[in-house]
């Protein structure tokens, strides 16, 4: 398992921008391939992004265009930058490591805390 530590809480208004961050603690971080996916209230949990461990990005429809997400493995981190967000845009975002052994999205995997991101209109 690999410990995630996402950035804080954000509260931002509608059209705005935040990028949020998070670190991994393992040694092999740059072999993992790292996402997002986020959970708005009373709804399942949805896939937003991830990069795989080459640097490839892939993203869902809805956040295509708007959201970016990259990684620094010199500092075990995967970012995403949200531009231009909308209200149903507010959700609890969490990281996500995925790898051979424990595939991206899967229970087994390692996720984050999860950070709330607020975007009021």
């Known amino acids: 398992q690999v410990h995630l530590e996402e950035s804080g809480a954000v509260l931002v208004q509608a059209g705005g921008s935040l990028r949020l961050s998070c670190a991994a603690s393992v040694s092999t971080f740059s072999t993992l391939t790292m996402g997002w996916f986020r959970q708005p209230l009373g709804k399942q949990r949805e896939f937003v992004a991830f990069?795989?461990?080459?640097?490839?990005?892939n993203y869902s429809d809805s956040v295509k265009v708007r959201f970016t997400i990259s990684r620094g493995d010199a500092k075990n981190t995967v970012y995403l930058q949200m531009n231009s967000l909308k209200p149903e845009d507010t959700a609890v975002y969490y990281c996500?490591?995925?790898?051979?052994?424990?595939?991206?999205?899967?229970?087994?995997?390692?996720w984050g805390q999860g950070t709330q991101v607020t975007v009021s209109s």
């Open positions: 996500n490591a995925g790898s051979l052994s424990r595939p991206l999205g899967a229970q087994a995997s390692s």
């Open positions: 990069i795989s461990s080459g640097g490839t990005p």
